[in-house]
């Protein structure tokens, strides 16, 4: 037993000796060169993976065995056309740079589909659609009144009316509207024949549940805004005063004077006080705790100008969006954009944060230890009017609301960022993306109908049910 | 060579040598555990290379392990039903013997032919040696049971199995060595186990070792020498060469197959360099086996199976648990340390120092069964087993010992040193380390996965690579399942499909339970050694459902009647 063992150790230890090596040159990717020469080569690879999977791949006229998800593996340092097809889909074509020992992963390729299909559609004719992002609900409008407005469920496409027809509210004009992300409720400021009527309105699935706010928040307040979390209490700013109605006992208070800009954030108050600091206190006001300062240069551009935006998107992410579009971030030295910004959206994932203009697009990544101020890396310029931006699977595309049409920007490290046009939309209309079910919420360029198309096919057995407290869908400016 | 075999009561050289030996196995296992992870953050590829060389490697000990695991299992399996008995006799005339066992009639089972193959090579092998070989009838056994807090019926199935064995009982001196600090209760209950069984023995000792003699730690090694030092006594006495004396230190739960002790005499006779040798039969643990969670019970049959293995490699065989050895070794290697926890590794260590090297283990091919360490609850069993696989992964106690003795021996081998050496340090590295690096930190590149890493074709290819080598790894784990599902003994009721099923399923959690319960108390005792702390020897709580006993000692009950039957009847004719 004991020399058998001597002999099988041996065996052992010279085929460790012999597989170890090859087997991390195969791993880092060498490759014997086919043919006469016979000498070790470095190679890379091509990662692809599509949804929906199952796509044929073609590199160059060669069709690839697998389909996808599929590793195209011992390529030599090229560049490879390759093309992924499916029938019923476009086909999604790349010239890709393949280098040593380096792989180019397409790990989010989306198919788009030859012709679109519709979830559901709800006869209009309808004006606007106004999102309410990271909740079950849209809002549609038909007409000016309280009464042309109407809830519409995400999942099912059922309408409920704002308020009974036989609301005393229900021929009232709407003058402005209040929506927070995360949150179905709306706040609506009526004009004839309610005027100055100031209404605190949720779709339930008994009937709207409607709050009368008239007299407790103050009538020129130019924001406001509630926590999604404390739905109790709604906060409005008028003229550096920041007021709190509490719901359920129908009473109001003033919190602080002095204040630029507020926001709420997980059951947090914002402040942005006159001296560009910029306060963390309880719901209630107390206990403010100061955070990091706007710096001079921020604060010199932003002054002398209407209250700024407070964009909270975590209690470590937070930009201020001036009324011209100026993009500042607390902290850094220097504003990120001087004007022009249109909207923000936030993609939770990866920590960052997608700014748009009227022509193009950019990314603000997580701030970066080696550098001194964070800046937008601009990825795609060229468009007509970007209006909308959101992120869509799992932050590997951006739909962009451009003109009269919807967009997919592809993003990819491997490549550079592509535009691929979807559909047209009603102009002039806002559209709702929800990335939990793969929806574009969008009216028929004619107003005729509302529509739910299917961008991004789910399999899931929930049949893409949405949570109402998502943190990744767009924000637009109000 | 002579040698303090004492981590204790050192100076100058010798207490920086063990300062530093001491800190070696824990500063390396924590080196590779630190280090992997650093790399896994800092350097994700170089970190992925070490962890595919490290899987393959790892694969190639467990493919390797795997062949020798059933080659000792058909060794087992094939001498199950050897009559060492008549080999013992045969030894009295061996050319005849010889010829008598090649005219037989070749059996027909091919176990049966390979049993007789193996028997008539050992044969040629003893013929062609041509060594004298003692006395059979001269051979004494000196048994020695530590009792601490076991209670009668967990030393008594082992006195059962004693008393029932192929060889003369009568040749048999028990030794229960019974700790003064032991409650009344278990003092009694030796007693009464003394007055049913000592007609039985040569003779029944109760040696009650004091508590706190100089020089001595609690521990049970202080215990048994205490006692095989009175037996010495005793044997002298009764005129019996130390010679003819094979010593044999079992737990307290220990129950021997009827044949072990004529097994091992055999061993003991044929055996060369017999007076300087230890004698290794398998640890199972089948005495409680189906009163115990399964975790539990994967991981002795794992201890059981790498001891299985080990055996087939008697060159750097150490004891392990109950295990005998030739009493004129044990004697002039000055008895089992008093002062360590681990006694049943210690004696091979202190006696291959004492020898020049020139000592070994001879691997038997019969079972011991004991207890699983086992508690009130599924909680109290962690714990247990934790302490336990603890105490045993204190081993690592014997290394700066052991290395000391090597850097002073000039006349211990070189070859003995290394292979010694290298064997004892690499075994509790891989223990304290593999089972972290397999189910934890091989996996960090792929999770903390930065730029660097995820625009690498490495990163591409570590997945599929390490899937191929966890899929090869499951011939082993199958095998594994065929040989413990076959070993075990039978349960009381018939098992249905899905109970077959479920015992295999136990295997899975392998990973998780050997990181936890194998790997973790390794390092934690590798890390008490290397920081200068000590370890109190507590005894393993022992459960057993008295009525669902199992394995070795399942006919106990049936001879433990027969035997009070004939106390009974004896008692009336003493009368």
Request: one cysteine or more; aromatic letters at 8%; hydrophobic letters at 45%.
């Amino acid at each position: 037993m004991q020399r058998l063992r001597q002999l099988v150790f041996v065996l052992f230890a010279t085929a460790y000796l012999v597989a170890c090596p090859l087997v991390l040159l195969q791993a880092f990717g060498y490759s014997l060169r086919p043919g006469s020469e016979q000498q070790l080569v470095k190679t890379g690879l091509i990662y692809l993976e599509t949804t929906p999977p199952g796509a044929t791949v073609h590199v160059g006229r060669r069709r690839f065995t697998k389909s996808t998800p599929a590793i195209l593996r011992g390529l030599l340092p090229a560049h490879y056309d390759v093309r992924v097809s499916l029938p019923g889909y476009h086909a999604w074509t790349r010239t890709i740079r393949v280098d040593a020992e380096k792989s180019a992963a397409f790990e989010h390729i989306l198919l788009t589909p030859a012709a679109w299909t519709m979830a559901w559609t709800l006869p209009g004719p309808f004006q606007e659609l106004v999102p309410l992002p990271e909740t079950r609900w849209l809002l549609v409008r038909r007409g000016a009144t309280l009464a042309d407005h109407l809830f519409v469920e995400r999942k099912t496409g059922q309408p409920n009316p704002l308020v009974s027809v036989d609301s005393p509210f229900a021929e009232a004009r709407i003058l402005s509207l209040w929506s927070v992300p995360g949150s179905p409720a709306i706040v609506v400021r009526l004009g004839v024949p309610a005027d100055g009527v100031l209404l605190w309105i949720e779709p339930n699935a008994e009937g709207p549940r409607v709050e009368d706010l008239t007299g407790l928040m103050p009538p020129g307040a130019q924001r406001i805004a509630w926590d999604p979390l404390d739905r109790r209490a709604v906060y409005g700013l008028d003229d550096g005063v920041l007021s709190r109605v509490h719901l359920p006992s129908k009473s109001a208070s003033v919190l602080a004077g002095g204040i630029q800009a507020f926001g709420l954030y997980e059951r947090s108050l914002y402040l942005l006080d006159q001296s560009h600091r910029l306060l963390q206190a309880d719901l209630d006001g107390k206990n403010p705790r100061p955070l990091k300062s706007f710096s001079a240069a921020s604060w010199d551009m932003l002054s002398g100008r209407p209250p700024a935006d407070l964009r909270l998107f975590g209690r470590d992410s937070i930009l201020l969006l001036g009324s011209r579009g100026e993009l500042v971030m607390p902290g850094a030295a220097l504003p990120l954009v001087d004007r022009g910004v249109l909207g923000l959206a936030w993609e939770p994932r990866r920590h960052r944060t997608a700014v748009w203009q009227r022509d193009r697009i950019g990314l603000l990544d997580p701030p970066d230890p080696d550098e001194a101020d964070p800046r937008i890396r601009w990825i795609f310029e060229g468009a007509e009017r970007i209006t909308q931006a959101f992120w869509a699977h799992q932050g590997s595309h951006v739909v962009l609301h451009d003109g009269d049409q919807l967009s997919l920007l592809e993003l990819n490290r491997a490549s550079p960022p592509t535009l691929r046009t979807l559909f047209s939309v009603r102009p002039g209309s806002p559209v709702a993306y929800d990335d939990d079910t793969g929806l574009v919420f969008h009216l028929e360029p004619s107003g005729d109908a509302l529509c739910a198309t299917v961008l991004i096919p789910r399999r899931d057995l929930l049949g893409g049910f949405s949570l109402p407290d998502r943190q990744d869908a767009a924000a637009t400016l109000p | 060579m002579n040698f303090a075999y004492s981590p204790h009561h050192l100076r100058g050289r010798d207490l920086v040598l063990q300062r530093i030996f001491s800190i070696l196995p824990g500063l390396v296992s924590w080196s590779v555990l630190i280090g992997m992870t650093t790399l896994a953050l800092g350097r994700p590829l170089l970190a992925a290379a070490l962890v595919i060389a490290f899987n393959l490697y790892w694969l190639m000990r467990l493919l390797f392990m795997t062949i020798f695991l059933v080659l000792s299992y058909l060794r087992l399996s094939l001498e199950q039903h050897t009559d060492w008995m008549a080999r013992i006799h045969g030894l009295k005339q061996l050319p005849a013997f010889a010829a008598a066992a090649r005219s037989q009639a070749r059996p027909e089972t091919l176990r049966g032919r390979l049993a007789r193959w193996l028997h008539l090579r050992d044969l040629g092998a003893l013929l062609r040696e041509g060594h004298a070989f003692p006395a059979p009838d001269a051979i004494v056994h000196l048994v020695v049971i530590p009792v601490m807090k076991e209670l009668p019926e967990i030393v008594e199935p082992g006195l059962v199995s004693l008393a029932s064995q192929t060889f003369p009982s009568s040749r048999i001196l028990v030794v229960l060595a019974v700790e003064e600090r032991a409650s009344l209760a278990v003092k009694t209950g030796m007693r009464v186990l003394q007055r049913r069984y000592r007609h039985r023995f040569l003779d029944f000792m109760i040696v009650v070792h004091p508590d706190g003699l100089p020089g001595e730690a609690r521990v049970k090694g202080a215990n048994v020498t205490y006692a095989a030092k009175a037996a010495a006594a005793a044997l002298a006495e009764q005129g019996v060469a130390v010679d003819d004396v094979v010593a044999s230190c079992f737990d307290a739960d220990t129950v021997v197959s009827h044949q072990y002790i004529a097994c091992l005499t055999y061993h003991f006779l044929i055996c060369p360099d017999r007076s300087q040798a230890s004698f290794q039969p398998i640890p199972v643990y089948h005495n409680n086996i189906w009163d115990v969670p399964a975790f539990a019970r994967v991981l002795d049959i794992g201890s059981s199976f790498f001891q299985l293995i080990e055996a087939t490699d008697p060159e750097r065989l150490v004891t392990f648990s109950s295990h005998s050895m030739s009493f004129r070794a044990l004697v002039e290697a000055g008895y089992w340390p008093v002062d360590m926890i681990s006694d049943d590794s210690a004696i091979f260590w202190k006696a291959l120092i004492r020898f020049d090297g020139r000592y070994q283990v001879v691997p038997l091919p019969t079972t011991v069964s004991m207890d699983i360490t086992a508690g009130a609850s599924w909680w109290k069993t962690i714990e247990h087993v934790y302490r336990q696989k603890r105490r045993w992964a204190w081993g690592v106690e014997n290394f700066p010992v052991v290395m000391r003795a090597f850097v002073a021996s000039r006349s211990i081998p070189l070859t003995a040193k290394l292979r010694h050496g290298l064997k004892l340090f690499e075994t509790n590295i891989s223990w304290a380390t593999w089972g972290f690096l397999l189910t934890v930190i091989g996996w960090l590149p792929a999770m903390l996965v930065g730029r660097e890493f995820s625009d690498s074709v490495l990163y591409y290819s570590a997945p599929r690579i390490t899937a191929t080598i966890f899929s090869l790894a499951t011939v082993s784990l199958a095998t594994t399942i065929a040989l413990s599902l076959s070993l075990l003994p039978k349960p009381r009721k018939r098992w249905s499909p899905l109970t077959t099923l479920a015992h295999a399923i136990e295997w899975l959690c392998v990973p998780i339970i050997s990181t936890c319960l194998s790997a973790l108390p390794a390092l934690d005792a590798q890390t008490r050694l290397m920081l200068g702390g000590h370890l109190e020897f507590k005894v393993s709580e022992k459960r057993r459902r008295p009525d669902r006993r199992r394995g070795a000692s399942a006919n106990a009950q049936g001879l433990l009647a027969e035997l009070t039957q004939g106390l009974v009847e004896d008692n009336r004719r003493d009368a």
